[in-house]
């Protein structure tokens, strides 16, 4: 037996499959030590095992950069947002949900507007005003035609990216067209674990440009739930970047006098669609808290 480090790739029914960092596939199981702590296993995670052939046994979960809750899947490195201009149209808040599901992650993101010939006038610009600032960066694309995807793969190559949105933007049309063999790169993972891609609902990472791209069955679907956060500030840069310059501690940047959050907003320093969505999650969190204790 052998001590071997790897990534887990896949994650499924109490096994865990781990690409080694020499290259052979392990088959694991977790180790009984291991499993009498708390702890959290997720695909993307990188680990240590006591390897036999192709079986393993996991006895340490290396440190992690970061963990989303769902889909579960650790060390990302970036989290495309991906929205059509137009055919449905984009939800702000929906844009604004899903970055603060990153942000709260610690997880870079990008957001990716397709269908951009149906964008309306001036579209780009807007949400260019309102995210580019903020760091994230605004990539314009058309996955019907291929157009616009350099940029995208720039930024993304040799990276662990999740792709997440609402359905109808075209997410399989715009991975199609940035990597024609992915398809056959998972049909390769799927056989090579004995699974095939859509027969989980958890997490798998598939070869993609020299790193991987996470399939998470359900995510198009964006629920507050996947929110792990004590304030719904924690997903927004420009609020967090205020903190304590409020007159009160424990301020909320809703009714309070003399916030900083509220006054940034008034200037025009903080767009006052983000300030709306902050509202709005800020409810929803509340309202999910109570049935949560209600229960």
Not at 194 to 210: D, I, K, M, S
């Amino acid at each position: 037996m052998s001590q071997q480090t790897g990534r887990i790739i896949k994650t499924y029914n109490g096994y865990y499959y781990v690409l080694g960092d020499n290259g052979t596939w392990y088959t694991c199981k977790v180790r009984g030590r291991l499993k009498q702590k708390r702890f959290v296993i997720a695909a993307g995670d990188r680990v240590e095992l006591d390897a036999a052939g192709e079986e393993g046994m996991i006895t340490e979960i290396l440190p992690r950069r970061n963990l989303l809750q769902r889909p579960l899947v650790a060390n990302v490195d970036w989290l495309a947002a991906v929205f059509a201009c137009a055919d449905p149209d984009p939800s702000f808040l929906l844009i604004d949900k899903l970055l603060a599901l990153a942000e709260a992650a610690n997880i870079p993101a990008v957001l990716v507007l397709n269908k951009a010939d149906l964008a309306p006038e001036g579209f780009f610009d807007r949400l260019e005003a309102v995210y580019a600032p903020l760091g994230y960066p605004v990539l314009q694309v058309e996955a019907k035609n291929g157009k616009g995807l350099d940029a995208l793969l720039e930024k993304i190559s040799d990276s662990t990216v999740v792709f997440g949105g609402p359905s109808g933007v075209g997410k399989s049309t715009l991975l199609n067209h940035l990597n024609p063999e992915l398809s056959l790169k998972t049909g390769q993972v799927s056989a090579k674990i004995g699974r095939g891609r859509h027969t989980t609902r958890f997490a798998e990472l598939l070869p993609f440009q020299g790193g991987y791209i996470v399939d998470t069955p359900g995510f198009g679907n964006i629920d507050l739930a996947e929110l792990v956060m004590d304030d719904a500030a924690q997903g927004f840069r420009e609020l967090k970047a205020r903190a304590g310059q409020c007159r009160f501690s424990g301020c909320t940047h809703t009714h309070e006098p003399d916030c900083a959050v509220k006054a940034a907003v008034a200037a025009g320093e903080i767009a006052a669609s983000r300030y709306e969505s902050y509202c709005m999650i800020r409810q929803e969190l509340a309202a999910q808290k109570k049935r949560g204790q209600k229960s």
